[in-house]
């Protein structure tokens, strides 16, 4: 499996940003996708998961301003981030946990 995340950039706080992971390879045994973040000088930190039926689990920092979907057909996770501040900037991981499969991850910065 490898994952490809896109979608990161340079936004305003308040704004938002919609990030996009999509999966390529034996993509049916995954069950479970999570968004995970790392700000310069810290530990990289879950954000959301998206587990079987589609169950999800959030960061408390994230909670009513970030949604974590899956688009079964296409293969690709998202992570819809509203509201965005400035302690969201980080470098922002797509992965499978169980796999242990990670992508290359992709930059956020919330201007203040």
């Known amino acids: 499996v490898q994952l490809v995340e896109s979608g990161g950039g340079l936004v305003q706080a308040g704004g938002s940003l919609r990030l996009s992971c999509a999966a390529s390879?034996?993509?049916?045994?995954?069950?479970?996708m999570g968004w995970y973040r790392q700000a310069p000088g810290k530990q990289r930190d879950l954000v959301a998961m998206?587990?079987?039926?589609?169950?999800?689990n959030y960061a408390d920092s994230v909670k009513g301003r970030f949604t974590i979907s899956r688009d079964g057909a296409k293969n690709t996770v998202y992570l819809q981030m509203n509201s965005l501040k400035p302690e969201d900037t980080a470098v922002y991981y797509c992965?499978?946990?169980?796999?242990?499969?990670w992508g290359q991850g992709t930059q956020v910065t919330v201007s203040s």
């Open positions: 390879g034996t993509v049916f045994r995954i069950n479970v």
């Open positions: 992965a499978a946990p169980q796999a242990g499969v």
């Open positions: 998206l587990g079987s039926g589609d169950s999800t």
